[in-house]
């Protein structure tokens, strides 16, 4: 089965500095990967998804991934954290269903603070 | 917007009363999906369809139960309410590409006292 290891429950960074969110798969096939954003009392929203076209993946609100397939891993990288960055991010992996039903198998969550 | 509703929003409950949650979606999507949310455990699946009238289980399906009577129409049923089950549900309808991202609805928060 597809599962996802999201490192750090919690991160906090400065406003103008790097996000690093981590997220390392477990995939016995090539997996589609997404990264979710979800602010508070909302549902999740897509930010990107990497889907075997290139590993580098651009997403909404300047938010970037990179799929490395030796590492597993699919990190989510921001150059310059707005306050307005400050949610809740999931990454999540796609597995397989009944009848092409592809479901998603989310990671624990990282809740991102900015601090001012 | 994907077009998902949720109902209630919100609401409070004793343990042992049933309790039906409503998505109902306006884009005619094959696939609907039910999962929950808990502090440290991200979303987890409870039930998907793929079809009218066709269901799966999840990852933690115990307790639940879903029907699909029409297209637009998931319902996700706790026939006897536990404590356990306090969580906010969320719906969501798979994307019409065939990469597998999922739309999700505004969630309901479900509190079981």
């Known amino acids: 089965a597809q599962s996802v290891t999201q490192l750090g429950s919690h991160v906090s960074v400065s406003e103008g500095a790097l996000v690093l969110l981590r997220c390392n798969y477990s995939s016995s096939v090539p997996p589609y990967l997404f990264w979710y954003v979800q602010y508070p009392n909302q549902g999740l929203q897509l930010l990107l998804k990497y889907t075997s076209a290139a590993t580098l993946v651009k997403g909404i609100n300047g938010f970037e991934a990179e799929f490395k397939k030796s590492e597993t891993s699919f990190h989510l990288t921001k150059p310059s954290a707005h306050m307005s960055d400050a949610a809740e991010y999931f990454c999540?992996?796609?597995?397989?269903?009944?009848?092409?039903?592809?479901?998603?198998?989310f990671g624990q969550g990282t809740r991102l603070t900015i601090n001012p | 917007d994907a077009g998902i509703t949720q109902s209630p929003r919100h609401k409070v409950t004793e343990t042992g009363t049933p309790v039906t949650l409503r998505c109902h979606q306006t884009e005619n999507h094959r696939y609907m999906y039910w999962y929950r949310q808990d502090p440290g455990h991200g979303l987890r699946l409870i039930h998907y369809?793929?079809?009218?009238?066709?269901?799966d289980k999840g990852e933690v399906s115990d307790g639940y139960s879903v029907s699909r009577s029409k297209t637009e129409d998931f319902l996700l049923t706790l026939e006897s309410a536990t404590s356990s089950q306090t969580s906010v549900y969320f719906c969501?309808?798979?994307?019409?590409?065939?990469?597998?991202?999922?739309?999700f609805g505004e969630g309901s928060r479900l509190t079981v006292l």
């Open positions: 999540a992996v796609s597995d397989s269903g009944i009848q092409g039903a592809q479901k998603l198998v």
């Open positions: 369809s793929y079809g009218v009238k066709d269901t």
């Open positions: 969501a309808i798979r994307g019409q590409g065939g990469t597998g991202e999922l739309f």
